[in-house]
């Protein structure tokens, strides 16, 4: 079955430090890969996605097919950051845009 | 301002009755699409209407329906509602419904009682 999977509900580090958010997808075609945010109060929005191999805010995601993974690092995290991150998967078979269930980074002083 | 615009807002009803979800897409996009998010849950994708028609459809319950009107924009229909349908409830647009970028709504967030 299709699905993305973010195995971190919360992650938690200090200002300065590296951060990775873990993201794994299932999908047997060509998936396209994208890393949405909220931050407090606000709408989803795009971060970035791995077609555009951009670095947007210092993140950067580079995508896996090996291991079927997106990972997003940055290797400063600031205060920021602090919001919830979304992995998406885009299936071209079916037109479907699906979430992970999410991970929020918190980042502390 | 992402220029998708959901009413209302909140919504308070009691179990067994029939709500109506309202989304405005961004000028211009004809794909919409519908999310549900409940506590501790991710993003579960409902379905996606493109320039008026069904294009895909993911956990829906039969309870619930939606569509798209000719001027785009798009309604869900949640009816006899229980407990556990209440959640927050997304809306998001873009141009072909292809992989380009997703522009969400603020959200409604319906409450069952």
């Known amino acids: 079955a299709q699905r993305v999977t973010q195995p971190e509900k919360l992650l938690s580090v200090f200002k300065g430090a590296p951060v990775e958010l873990k993201c794994n997808y299932s999908?047997?075609?060509?998936?396209?890969l994208f890393w949405y945010v909220q931050y407090s109060r606000q709408r989803l929005q795009l971060l970035l996605r791995h077609i555009s191999r951009e670095s947007i805010k210092g993140f950067t995601a580079d995508l896996n097919k090996g291991e079927t993974s997106f990972h997003l690092k940055k290797p400063f995290a600031q205060e920021e950051d602090s919001a919830m991150y979304y992995c998406?998967?885009?299936?071209?078979?079916?037109?479907?845009?699906?979430f992970g269930s999410g991970t929020r980074l918190l980042v502390r002083p | 301002d992402s220029g998708v615009t959901q009413t209302p807002k909140h919504l308070i009803t009691a179990t067994g009755q029939r709500v109506t979800l309202r989304c405005s897409p961004r000028s211009g996009d004809l794909s919409v699409y519908w999310y549900q998010q409940s506590l501790d849950q991710g993003l579960q994708f409902l379905i996606q209407?493109?320039?008026?028609?069904?294009?895909a459809k993911g956990n829906i319950l039969e309870r619930f329906s939606a569509q798209q009107f000719p001027d785009l924009h798009s309604e869900l229909n949640l009816s006899s509602l229980e407990l556990g349908d209440s959640a927050l409830y997304f809306c998001?647009?873009?141009?072909?419904?292809?992989?380009?970028?997703?522009?969400f709504g603020q959200g409604t967030r319906l409450t069952v009682v």
């Open positions: 998001a647009s873009n141009l072909q419904g292809r992989d380009t970028e997703a522009f």
């Open positions: 209407y493109y320039n008026g028609e069904e294009r």
């Open positions: 999908y047997s075609g060509s998936p396209e």
């Open positions: 998406a998967l885009w299936m071209d078979s079916s037109y479907k845009l699906i």
